[in-house]
Structures are given as C-alpha cells and as structure tokens.
C-alpha cells in the first residue's frame, strides 16, 4: 500500500515520523495524555488549548498548561483569542519560553464561551480578519505557525477555501481543516469534500479532520482529499492504540490486533500515574474517572465497573479496582476456555 502524497510531511522547518496527528481536545490534551500518545507513534501531537489572556496576565492554572515533556515533541501548542494584540503577546511568550516546536492559532472552537471572546470558530465568518490575525503573529514570532479551524459557521457560510488561502498568504505554514460548521458542533458528518477543495486551493500542507474512528478511515481520508497529515481526536479517547494501528495500517497495509483487556489496563494505569505526577492525587482521581472508562470501552461487565471507578476518591481505590477488573475478566475466560476444551 502506498500512501496518496509521498513526500515528507513538514510544517515549516519541522519534520513529522508519519502523517497520523493527534487533535488538540480541551480537557483532555495535557502532557500526561500527549506523552501516551505520543509512544504510540503520533507524528504530531497538540496541546489543549490555551487562553491568549491567561498567558498575558500570568494566570497559575494557565501557565501549568504550558508544560511539555521533552519526550512530546514534535509538539504543536495552541492558543486562542479575538483580540490581535494580546494574542501576539501569548504567542510571543510561547516562542521564547516553550519548547513547543509549533504554535497554533485556533480557529475552530465552537463552544460558546469562546465564542462571545471573538476567537475560536467566530473567526471563520471574516477572511480578512483571518488574515490579520494570522499575519501578526507570523511576523511576531520565530516557530512555524500554523490554524486549526472549521470548514465554517454554517452552511450558509462555508468559507474554508477563502480562509485557508487568508492562512497562506498571512504566512502561516499549516493549516488543520475539520470538516464540520460550528453548528454541527460534533455532530452530523464531517464534510471530506470541502477538505479536498482547501487542499487544492493552497500550497501550504492540509491537515484532515473528522470522522476519522479507523485505520482505514485514516487510509481513505488521504486517498479522497490529498491532505498531508490525518488527524484523530475523538477515537483516541482510551485507545492510544488507534494512532500505532493507525501508522502500521498507513505504512504496510496491515491491520494490527485490538490490544487486550491487561493491555488496556496496564497503559490506562501509567496514563494515571503520569497524571498524578502532572496534578497530584485529588485532581488527577477527578479528572481520570473519564479516561479510565474510555479506556474500559469493549471490555464485558464494563458498565458496572465504569459505576464503581465514579466513585472512587483516591489512587488506591482506582489501582485496585482497574487490577481487580482485570483478574475477573482474566478467570472469566479462563473458565470459559476450559468449558469450550471440556
């Protein structure tokens, strides 16, 4: 099998493994999450992203964001704001004190609280104001800049091509399409067809986004639009596997096996242990109850334990109960196998 574009895939200076990106997701895309990703094979990984105005004013919780793990890169860190001179500002910070090899200008965000600052997809309904903004923090900045965006607001305003070509002609390197309007939020079908249209209309390399849940979603996706890179948000919610399937599946033709119930819990246990170094104990026990029942997704008697892992409160707890999972399910089979050899 070969792949749709056979050179390699770089954004400005910066040269990508393979063409399987990991999606910047808000709440989920911190440094314990990239870097499990990221063994997996991820080309790329972004950050969550961050508020320009955060970065600005200093704020606590806004700066802790910024960490990245050497291990990470290449990394792509993205900020958004409606306002051009304080997101210059974030943007310069990001240049001179990260090791973020690139920064991203979001364009795609459709959640209202982003919306009333100006930023995220409300962009999409002025090119030139695209433009601008883009074009400022070209100029202010040293690391390729790139935008991730929608292909528009709705379906009365697709401007996708137009923006694409503001990117490109602002002096931005990259340019990530999803292929849903901000109405659709995460609903509806992505549009691959507009993602083809941006990718013929610049020169600048395109990055797919949406409705990719396969390795072969990912396959076809490069066949039918010509992007550069693939990016996957969503299937890897407690399946870092989809991003090694995904590039062996790209590179060879050959479809990797599901990984099995230890497996899952074992790379669910370090993604936690990761966490907890990040954020201690209290917040990463919150914020992992999520991950841990993505993680459980196709494991039989799931939905009970998926109850239980709610109500755990501290590290133990959760150890306990995933290594217990995991010994029911393993005597399960084993008790099942004999029956089929009896």
């Not at 992203?49 to 964001?65: A, C, L, Q, W």
Request: hydrophobic share 45%; net charge negative; charged share 25%.
């Amino acid at each position: 099998m070969t792949l749709t574009n056979d050179k390699p895939f770089k954004i400005g200076d910066i040269v990508m493994d393979n063409r399987v990106v990991l999606a910047p997701m808000a709440g989920i895309c911190n440094s314990a999450f990239r870097l499990t990703v990221k063994e997996f094979g991820a080309g790329l990984v972004y950050a969550e992203m961050i508020s320009d105005k955060g970065i600005v004013y200093r704020n606590e919780k806004t700066m802790n964001m910024l960490y990245i793990d050497e291990r990470e890169n290449p990394l792509s860190l993205q900020i958004f704001g409606g306002d051009k001179e304080t997101l210059v500002e974030a943007a310069k910070y990001v240049d001179q004190n990260t090791s973020a090899d690139i920064i991203d200008i979001n364009m795609g965000c459709p959640v209202n609280k982003i919306i009333k600052c100006e930023a995220g997809a409300k962009l999409l309904l002025d090119p030139y104001k695209v433009y601008e903004m883009v074009a400022a923090v070209v100029d202010n900045v040293k690391k390729p800049v790139s935008v991730k965006m929608r292909i528009g607001w709705d379906d009365a305003h697709v401007f996708a091509v137009d923006n694409a070509k503001a990117v490109e002609r602002a002096g931005a390197s990259a340019v990530a399409i999803h292929g849903r309007t901000r109405v659709q939020m995460y609903e509806g079908h992505a549009n691959w067809d507009i993602i083809r249209q941006v990718k013929e209309s610049v020169n600048i390399p395109v990055i797919g986004n949406g409705d990719v849940e396969t390795p072969q979603d990912a396959q076809r996706m490069l066949e039918q639009t010509g992007v550069d890179g693939v990016m996957i948000g969503r299937a890897a919610l407690g399946n870092p596997w989809m991003m090694y399937r995904t590039v062996e599946y790209l590179k060879s033709g050959k479809l990797i096996e599901e990984p099995s119930v230890r497996e899952k819990i074992d790379v669910c246990l370090l993604h936690f242990e990761r966490l907890m170094a990040l954020k201690g104990e209290v917040v990463a026990v919150r914020e992992m109850r999520k991950h841990a029942s993505w993680y459980l997704k196709g494991i039989r008697g799931n939905g009970k334990a998926r109850n239980a892992i709610n109500q755990t409160e501290t590290a133990l707890e959760l150890r306990t109960l995933l290594n217990g999972l995991v010994a029911e399910f393993e005597e399960l089979e084993a008790t099942e196998n004999a029956i089929h050899i009896i």
